[in-house]
C-alpha cells in the first residue's frame, strides 16, 4: 500500500505557472505508475496527466499537452507536475495516484492523494 500527499497548490494568475508535488509512502515507488488528475466544481474527476514506473512512458489529456509536465524522481518518492500557461479552466482540486498500471480512468488507480486547491484568477 502507498500514502500520497499532495502539496504546491495555490491562486496565480492566468498565464501563470505552478508545481504540484507528490510525495510518497513505501519502498516500492517506482513500481508505481502515477496519475494526476483534478475535479473542478460540479464536475467529474478528470484525467490530466500519467506517467509510468520507470518514467519513460507520459501519457497527457489534449487539454493540458504543451503545457503541463509530469515528471518523477524515483529517489525522493516524489512526482512533480508543471503547470505552465494556466488558464481559469485549470481551476480545480488536484489529486495525484497511483497504481501498478498507468491509466486514464479514475477506477485504473487505487491509492489517492487528499489533493490540493488550483485557483487561476483572469
Known amino acids: 500500500q502507498v500514502q500520497l500527499v499532495e502539496s504546491g497548490g495555490g491562486l496565480v494568475q492566468a498565464g501563470g505557472s505552478l508545481r504540484l508535488s507528490c510525495a510518497a509512502s513505501?519502498?516500492?515507488?517506482?513500481?508505481?505508475?502515477m496519475g494526476w488528475f483534478r475535479q473542478a466544481p460540479g464536475k467529474e474527476r478528470e484525467f490530466v496527466v500519467a506517467?509510468?514506473?520507470?518514467?519513460?512512458?507520459?501519457y497527457y489529456a489534449d487539454s493540458v499537452q504543451g503545457r503541463f509536465t509530469i515528471s518523477r524522481d524515483n529517489a525522493k518518492n516524489t512526482v512533480y507536475l508543471h503547470m505552465n500557461s494556466l488558464k481559469p479552466e485549470d481551476t480545480a482540486v488536484y489529486y495525484c495516484a497511483a497504481d501498478a498500471y498507468s491509466g486514464r480512468i479514475y477506477s485504473d488507480y487505487r491509492y489517492w492523494g487528499q489533493g490540493t486547491q488550483v485557483t487561476v484568477t483572469s
Open positions: 506517467i509510468s514506473g520507470s518514467g519513460d512512458r507520459l
Open positions: 513505501g519502498r516500492t515507488f517506482s513500481s508505481y505508475a
